[in-house]
């Protein structure tokens, strides 16, 4: 008579592990569908749709990359290139390419940052101008769902005023309200102003998934670093700590 050999411990323990992390996958996945599903991010934080502060007088107002006006993508590519081609140097004619296709992606989503008070809801004259704006999306790194911000972009009369630090506050109520482990951001190393307000204003740290962290040989050939905060502790090991 035969015996049936039963499973043993250490494969029914494989089994549950890859079953767990693909279920892990899945609701990951159904979050970052979940964000981008939402039409206004803005619509659950309405203090946040008007900023008057240091003589500053602005409103917020939401959009997406493949939503753009002609003149949303002619303000967006002028603001980049007064504000990045100086930190990017000889690399900024590739860089400005790449930016524009990103700005237009379908999953790009954008604050827009218009003069003045918000409009009332009646009115019909045309939409106030352009002063800034911010670039976000929703995406995994190293398997944890992040809020990544590609630009967070303000004339420079706009600057210092406080009007910076409330929208990354904005970015990371956004972050937490749809169970993003993160907000995460790229910095050039010579953007002096931008590395000090996020490290030291807004406490951001330097991610491990940096390259100066990754590997610190090489990390005088990159001239950018990985920025991040973590809103949920769950991934704090994964990118804020070095294995």
Same mark, same amino acid.
């Given at each position: 008579?035969?015996?049936?050999?039963?499973?043993?411990?250490?494969?029914?323990?494989?089994?549950?592990?890859?079953?767990? !992390?693909?279920?892990?996958?899945?609701?990951?996945?159904?979050?970052?569908?979940?964000?981008?599903?939402?039409? @206004?991010?803005?619509?659950?934080?309405?203090?946040?749709?008007?900023?008057?502060?240091?003589?500053?007088?602005?409103?917020?107002?939401?959009?997406?990359? @493949?939503?753009?006006?002609?003149?949303?993508?002619?303000?967006?590519?002028?603001?980049?290139?007064?504000?990045?081609?100086?930190?990017?140097?000889?690399?900024?004619?590739?860089?400005?390419?790449?930016?524009?296709?990103?700005?237009?992606?379908?999953?790009?989503?954008?604050?827009?940052?218009?003069?003045?008070?918000?409009?009332?809801?009646?009115?019909?004259?045309?939409?106030?101008?352009?002063?800034?704006?911010?670039?976000?999306?929703?995406?995994?790194?190293?398997?944890?769902?992040?809020?990544?911000?590609?630009?967070?972009?303000?004339?420079?009369?706009?600057?210092?005023?406080?009007?910076?630090?409330?929208?990354?506050?904005?970015?990371?109520?956004?972050?937490?309200?749809?169970?993003?482990?993160?907000?995460?951001?790229?910095?050039?190393?010579?953007?002096?102003?931008?590395?000090?307000?996020?490290?030291?204003?807004?406490?951001?740290? !330097?991610?491990?998934?940096?390259?100066?962290?990754? @590997?610190?040989?090489?990390?005088? @050939?990159?001239?950018?670093?990985?920025?991040?905060?973590?809103?949920?502790?769950?991934?704090?090991?994964?990118?804020?700590?070095?294995?």
């Amino acid at each position: 008579m035969e015996s049936r050999r039963l499973p043993s411990s250490s494969s029914s323990e494989k089994k549950l592990k890859r079953r767990e !992390i693909l279920e892990k996958k899945k609701a990951i996945d159904q979050l970052i569908k979940a964000a981008y599903a939402q039409n @206004d991010h803005l619509d659950y934080f309405p203090p946040f749709r008007h900023f008057q502060r240091n003589g500053v007088c602005v409103h917020l107002e939401s959009g997406r990359g @493949d939503k753009l006006s002609s003149s949303e993508k002619h303000y967006i590519q002028n603001l980049l290139k007064v504000n990045m081609e100086g930190p990017y140097g000889s690399e900024w004619p590739t860089e400005e390419k790449v930016k524009r296709r990103e700005m237009v992606a379908p999953e790009a989503r954008y604050i827009f940052v218009r003069e003045g008070k918000p409009p009332n809801a009646s009115a019909t004259e045309d939409k106030a101008p352009i002063v800034g704006f911010v670039h976000y999306r929703f995406t995994l790194e190293e398997e944890v769902p992040v809020l990544y911000v590609y630009e967070l972009q303000l004339e420079p009369r706009l600057q210092r005023k406080g009007l910076g630090k409330f929208l990354m506050q904005l970015i990371e109520l956004i972050a937490r309200k749809n169970c993003m482990g993160a907000v995460v951001l790229t910095v050039q190393k010579t953007n002096l102003l931008a590395m000090n307000f996020y490290l030291s204003k807004l406490r951001y740290i !330097i991610s491990s998934i940096s390259p100066s962290r990754v @590997d610190p040989l090489t990390r005088v @050939d990159k001239s950018y670093e990985i920025l991040c905060k973590v809103v949920d502790q769950e991934y704090k090991t994964v990118l804020e700590e070095s294995g």
